[in-house]
């Protein structure tokens, strides 16, 4: 077992590997931190011996400059060389322990984009002591050297893919510590009383009563209710961070794939008066006040003996299981029952909170009277919306959007608390909550002091896995880290 001692944390990891070692965190470690194809690109490196390796490559403009004698947060011209070959004309930013993003001395270089300049100075790095990092190395050194905790390390790796406004303010709310706040407050409140609970366990013989059980009982019903909260939270995160499955379906030629052009406002799928001509889904992204729409378009409901359309249609039911919302389109030709008939299936394939959004396509070629028919004959269940569109005109189009702007809860976002978006904080707070329903019930029920103590170590616990408090197995910390671009 390998022990950490950063600051006045303590982590215990039980032989962590690959991607990440612990036993690195002294090394020095070097990476490209930007994305080939720029023309400026950033090597960074951190570490004990970050500056002494960076001058052995790289010669100040000035020639009186000394690297390893300057100060942090200085930036300084100059060329790398390897040996007498010119590699290129770059500036060198230093940063001192501890005010450096890891907590270590470390270096960013920044030079031209070319792949082959960036190979030669990683090269030179690598044979002048420093070692390739791996995913998220510089962020999970951050962690341990305290400069961040491991919801807002975890909020880095968010930031850096947020493709929409509101991804992009959650991971930045998060990264400044604003969901670490809120369960540090929680797990302060509990350890409060079961240090009270511990002492009356070490005073048992004299039937001393420290902590007050009515509002132990009070508190712990708080801090339930808030986890809940935040449990119930997700739903809207998960939204925010990858995006709103949005499946579209319905028989054949009914104008699936015009809808999908007409949506992104471009011809990415292909239309065809022919049936079953969309054999896989078709996908794209659109973004609504915000919010990140996943569309797929899927192949047309319908019975066929046709190997390959068959599968398609397999996939469009896995799909229609596991959506958000699902736009059921149909023609403004066809009867009230069959479209009923369709919309049931639906309802059956879909899940228990899937937004079903009947669209009657196709407008432009009806009557008004058919039109109305088909108004006053189609069923809706609660929640379910029936709109009438062309797809082909784009009439119709504006109040969709409209419409599935309407599905994302928005009061949780506006109000400004933390939101969940996270499985690993998921999983944590259920267990907290499972654990306080325990607490609640033992006071109840008189348990004694030791059964509830138990309980309460256990939500703790949990609360304190959240933020990377308490580490207890390598899985945690290798699984957060292991998806970092490596750089980061």
């Known amino acids: 077992m390998i022990v950490i001692f950063t600051g006045c944390k303590v982590f215990y990891i039980c032989s962590l590997k690959h991607p990440i070692s612990m036993t690195r965190i002294e090394e020095t470690i070097c990476a490209p931190a930007t994305s080939p194809g720029g023309a400026i690109s950033v090597i960074r490196m951190s570490g004990p011996l970050s500056i002494e390796i960076c001058s052995k490559i790289f010669s100040p403009s000035d020639s009186s400059v000394i690297l390893r004698e300057q100060r942090g947060y200085r930036i300084f011209h100059g060329t790398i060389y390897d040996d007498e070959e010119f590699i290129d004309e770059v500036l060198v930013t230093i940063f001192r322990a501890p005010y450096s993003y890891t907590g270590q001395d470390s270096i960013e270089i920044s030079c031209h984009g070319s792949s082959f300049i960036i190979t030669r100075i990683m090269e030179l790095l690598l044979r002048h002591g420093a070692l390739p990092a791996r995913p998220g190395e510089f962020t999970m050194r951050a962690f341990l050297n305290g400069r961040m905790d491991l919801t807002q390390a975890e909020a880095v790796a968010d930031l850096v893919v947020s493709g929409t406004r509101e991804a992009h303010r959650v991971a930045v709310n998060q990264m400044r510590g604003g969901f670490s706040k809120e369960i540090a407050g929680l797990r302060s409140e509990l350890l409060r009383f079961a240090t009270l609970i511990e002492l009356e366990l070490d005073f048992g013989e004299e039937d001393v009563e420290f902590a007050d059980r009515d509002e132990l009982k009070s508190i712990v019903i708080n801090v339930k209710n808030l986890s809940d909260r935040l449990l119930s939270s997700f739903r809207l995160g998960n939204v925010i961070k990858n995006g709103i499955p949005v499946v579209i379906t319905g028989k054949p030629n009914s104008g699936k794939s015009t809808l999908l052009n007409a949506l992104l406002n471009e011809d990415r799928a292909i239309v065809s008066e022919i049936p079953g001509t969309t054999r896989d889904a078709v996908e794209d992204v659109i973004v609504i006040n915000g919010f990140q729409y996943r569309l797929s378009d899927t192949a047309g409901l319908r019975d066929t003996s046709d190997v390959i359309e068959s599968l398609g ?3 469009t039911y896995d799909r229609i299981e596991k ?12 009867e009230p029952f069959m479209i009923n008939q369709r919309a049931d299936e639906i309802r059956q394939k879909s899940a228990k909170h899937t937004s079903l959004i009947v669209l009657i396509n196709k407008t432009d070629l009806s009557t008004s009277d058919k039109i109305e028919e088909l108004r006053s004959k189609i069923r809706l269940e609660a929640g379910e919306t029936l709109l009438f569109i062309s797809a082909r005109e784009k ?4 109040d969709l959007l409209k419409c ?7 009061e949780k976002l506006d109000a400004g608390s933390s939101i969940v978006t996270n499985i690993r904080h998921l999983d944590a707070l259920r267990k907290v909550s499972e654990s306080l329903e325990r607490v609640i019930s033992g006071l109840e029920e008189g348990l004694s002091e ?3 103590a138990i309980d309460l170590r256990h939500a703790i616990h949990y609360l304190g896995e959240i933020t990377g408090e308490e580490i207890s197995s390598e899985e945690i910390l290798g699984n957060i880290f292991k998806n970092f671009c490596i750089g980061k």
């Open 313 to 315: 249609i397999d996939k």
């Open 323 to 334: 959506a958000s919302v699902i736009l059921l389109v149909d023609d403004a030709l066809e």
């Open 395 to 398: 009439t119709g189009i504006s």
């Open 404 to 410: 599935l702007a309407m599905i994302v809860d928005r």
């Open 450 to 452: 030791d059964l509830i």
